[in-house]
């Protein structure tokens, strides 16, 4: 299920910000974390989607967010 699989994400996300903030790389670190556990945030929330309209526009952060992750 993919909001499981977007919370394990998460869960080694920050694992790995803990090894960078261990190296003082503490402003990629942040942003690795606020986009990594945005992509679960959001998927979460489309899962309680008022509408179709609102579950694909989640979902589409979601995305937006997963590709914002990947670059850092």
């Given amino acids: ?21 261990e190296k003082r790389e503490y402003v ?19 899962g309680a989607g008022q509408s179709k309209k609102d579950f694909i526009a989640k979902m589409a952060i979601a995305s937006k967010e997963a590709r914002e992750t990947r670059y850092w």
């Fill in 1 to 21: 299920m993919i909001e499981e699989r977007s919370f394990q994400f998460a869960l080694s996300i920050i694992k790995l910000v803990k090894i960078l903030r």
């Fill in 28 to 46: 990629f670190a942040d942003q690795l974390l606020r986009s990594a556990t945005s992509v679960g945030a959001n998927v979460a929330e489309a």
